[in-house]
């Protein structure tokens, strides 16, 4: 196991890649909180599953949107976990519209969830990260790569993820601190189900000609919080089936 004894807060983690996130660290001996914004009994689901791989587990909910909750989410894991070491940022929203046609309503909900809060979240954690510590956010691989008209907006959010990252990277780096991005591809979850109206498209583009599991992005996270990614800060991994290439 790859993360016996350590301790991680994963965002957004009811469904889809967080609750898939979640679950693999525990199952790499990580005691996991994760955070929610409506999902209470998908959550506790997502609890009863950490605890079955005998770890600890809370479930707290907190909206991203909420700067406040956010900090308070940081604070909540660390009273109940003992402390903190690996920071997942993956709560995010999609918000698909010509920039003609989205409101100012759906730009702030999009920028205030996707980035504000993983920085805010990032900043939360400084107090309690220590050497070995890992920082690590979900973006998208439309931050390379913008497939469709719609998503100019939602791209732009998960494209400030990458310098932030590597600027982040530089700060914690002589605290032996990584910090690094993993770019899903066409992941099949409610944001993106595979019957989805763009499902043909996206699936087109990739060069494995299929969407990804949960499980694909799960493992690599897994992995970069690891020691055996040690040496790995300030990178994206993109996750995407050969959809950039
Ligand atoms: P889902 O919509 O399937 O799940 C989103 C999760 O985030 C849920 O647990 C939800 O909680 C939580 N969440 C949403 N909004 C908030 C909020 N305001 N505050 C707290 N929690 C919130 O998304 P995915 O699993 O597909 O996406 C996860 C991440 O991966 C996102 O950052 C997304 O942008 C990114 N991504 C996904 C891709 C895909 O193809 N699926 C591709 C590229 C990137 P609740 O259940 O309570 O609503």
Do not use: C, W
Request: charge should be neutral; avoid cysteine; charged fraction near 20%.
């Amino acid at each position: 196991m790859m993360l016996t004894g350590k301790r991680a807060l994963v965002t957004g983690a009811s469904r889809g890649i967080g609750a898939s996130i979640a679950k693999a660290l525990a199952a790499e001996g990580a005691d996991v909180a994760i955070t929610y914004e409506k999902s209470a009994e998908r959550a506790a689901e997502v609890v009863r599953a950490i605890e079955a791989h005998g770890r600890r587990a809370v479930a707290i909910q907190a909206d991203s949107a909420d700067v406040t909750a956010v900090q308070a989410s940081v604070e909540r894991t660390v009273a109940k976990l003992g402390g903190l070491d690996i920071l997942v940022n993956n709560a995010g929203i999609l918000r698909v519209a010509e920039l003609k046609d989205i409101s100012l309503e759906d730009i702030d909900a999009i920028l205030n969830v996707n980035v504000r809060a993983p920085i805010v979240a990032s900043k939360a954690a400084l107090a309690h990260l220590t050497k070995g510590g890992r920082i690590i956010t979900i973006g998208s691989f439309f931050a390379d790569r913008v497939p469709a008209s719609v998503l100019s907006v939602y791209a732009g959010s998960k494209s400030a993820l990458v310098a932030f990252t590597k600027g982040l990277a530089r700060e914690l780096g002589p605290k032996e601190i990584t910090v690094n991005l993993v770019q899903p591809g066409s992941i099949d979850t409610d944001m993106n189900p595979t019957n989805g109206p763009f499902a043909g498209t996206l699936q087109q583009i990739t060069a494995l000609g299929r969407y990804g599991a949960v499980e694909d992005i799960a493992n690599a996270v897994a992995f970069l919080a690891s020691a055996k990614a040690q040496y790995i800060t300030g990178s994206a991994l993109t996750v995407d089936g050969g959809a950039i290439a």
